[in-house]
């Protein structure tokens, strides 16, 4: 079975500054995805960012950048130069690339950025 | 391009009853997903349907059910309504695979009182 742990329940940030939210999972799998979605007040579940496990080196998207250390399953979220708007729950994702491609979700993080 | 579409956005039911969640999922996305949201379970897996066929189920009970249509809009039921059944209940699409990632709804708040 896969599990994926955010230790960290809530955390805040100054606006502008530079933040990193931690995600770890446990599988037997080789092959998987990962992912980092965004839940605003508004509900809706936006994509972040998407890591390959067989892609070493490590997917950025603008002012989101992760560090996946496959070995140690780890897959932590950089947020740089913060911004208000960037205040939500953020999910931890993991996929497994061949048979049954659900999601299963960390308990999530939520990041309140600071004016 | 437009998004993917639940409705109804809340609703109200009471104990025993029965309720239908809809999803429009974005145009050419063939995989519907269902998920709930609690604050005590997270995010569960509910079932995912692709080309009208359940290809993947979480662990629910048999309440549960759903369906998809040739136009892969989908729908989710869920039989005598208990308590904890309150939740958010979100939708996801993705293509075939998923390997792009889900697109999800704003989700149905259910309450059953």
């Known amino acids: 079975a896969q599990t994926v742990t955010q230790s960290q329940p809530e955390m805040s940030v100054q606006e502008a500054e530079t933040v990193t939210l931690s995600c770890t999972y446990d599988t037997s799998e080789n092959n998987y995805y990962l992912f980092w979605y965004k839940q605003p007040p508004s509900r809706q579940m936006i994509l972040v960012i998407r890591q390959e496990a067989y892609k070493q080196q490590n997917a950025t998207e603008n002012r989101f950048s992760v560090n996946f250390q496959k070995a140690a399953k780890s897959f932590s979220l950089k947020i740089s130069d913060s911004q208000l708007g960037d205040t939500a729950m953020y999910f931890c994702a993991f996929m497994k690339q061949t048979g049954a491609n659900n999601l299963f979700f960390g308990t999530g993080t939520r990041l309140t950025v600071i004016p | 391009k437009a998004g993917v579409t639940q409705t109804p956005r809340y609703l109200i039911k009471t104990r025993g009853q029965q309720v239908t969640l809809s999803c429009s999922p974005i145009s050419g996305h063939r995989s519907v997903s269902w998920y709930q949201q609690t604050p005590g379970q997270g995010l569960q897996f509910l079932f995912e349907y692709f080309s009208e066929t359940q290809r993947n189920k979480g662990n629910f009970p048999g309440r549960f059910s759903g369906r998809q249509f040739s136009n892969s809009r989908s729908e989710m039921n869920v039989s005598t309504l208990e308590l904890g059944d309150s939740a958010l209940y979100l939708c996801?699409?993705?293509?075939?695979?998923?390997?792009?990632?889900?697109?999800f709804g704003s989700g149905t708040r259910l309450t059953v009182v």
């Open positions: 996801a699409s993705t293509d075939e695979q998923g390997l792009d990632g889900y697109t």
